[in-house]
């Protein structure tokens, strides 16, 4: 089944080919958990995840709707008629400051539906891009096999070499490739928001080439990434979420050491 959360540079076309490399019954631990694309797909066809998140906002939207459904529901739908735009951008501002989880939780899902690109604390307000109907969405979600733990610590490949549980997989969808060539790293970490991650890609370089993990980063695909993690299996996915074997007409990037 496809997540109810869309986030516009994390719709992965890689399930198939992410399902063919992982078989059923597997134990996969992912990252940068957000809105679930690869993670539900997966938990829903017979894989165990356990979906790991730095961002306490993420966390606590999973784990509300694992926990009472329903109540995130009727949050949702107490909220959902946003038609002033200026109410829209103060909700993105202002919404960890809400004192009840589930509040925040129905708040969560209405900004990432009514934000052009899906993110809950940044993105144009869209007002007719809500439908109710998508709270029924809600409702199938595969919790039997889905887990989503909360790391705190800006450093999430720190995680990735403290896992104690069972783990057969690792898988990160990342999206687009960037080195951070030009940035401080301490000022992007302080300064992202509270829904979005640093990502450093060298640090994801060193775990994939040094740990005995079976690892696997999901990319847009670019000549860049392919030079940077040279020496690893390239997967190549079209735009149809076909597995083909040449970089050519290649959209994303399944990038392994299995």
């Not at 209405?110 to 409702?139: C, I, T, W």
């Not at 030009?182 to 040094?210: C, G, S, W």
């Not at 690893?232 to 392994?256: H, P, T």
Request: charge should be neutral; charged fraction near 25%; glycine fraction near 4%.
């Amino acid at each position: 089944m496809q997540t109810p959360i869309k986030i516009a540079d994390k719709d992965f076309k890689s399930v198939s080919a992410i399902k063919s490399l992982i078989p059923a019954g597997s134990m996969v631990h992912t990252f940068l958990m957000y809105n679930g694309g690869i993670e539900v797909p997966l938990a829903s066809d017979g894989r165990h995840v356990i979906a790991h998140t730095n961002k306490y906002a993420i966390y606590e939207f999973w784990t509300c709707l694992s926990l009472n459904t329903e109540q995130v529901k009727r949050t949702a739908t107490h909220f959902d008629n946003i038609q002033d735009k200026n109410i829209f951008y103060l909700l993105q501002e202002t919404l960890p400051n809400y004192a009840d989880p589930y509040l925040r939780s129905g708040i969560f899902f209405l900004l990432n539906k009514y934000s052009q690109s899906g993110y809950v604390s940044s993105g144009e307000f869209m007002p007719d891009s809500y439908n109710p109907r998508a709270l029924l969405q809600l409702d199938k979600l595969p919790f039997q096999n889905l887990m989503v733990v909360y790391n705190k610590g800006d450093d999430f490949v720190k995680s990735m070499e403290n896992i104690t549980r069972r783990c057969d997989y690792v898988v990160v969808p990342v999206g687009d490739f960037s080195l951070n060539y030009l940035k401080n790293k301490e000022q992007e970490m302080t300064n992202l928001p509270y829904d979005r991650a640093f990502v450093d890609a060298h640090r994801m370089k060193e775990y994939i080439e040094n740990t005995d993990r079976k690892v696997m980063y999901v990319f847009r695909f670019s000549e860049s990434v392919l030079k940077f993690f040279k020496g690893q299996k390239f997967y190549f996915v079209d735009r149809w979420g076909r597995q083909i074997q040449s970089k050519e007409n290649a959209a994303e990037v399944l990038i392994a050491n299995f």
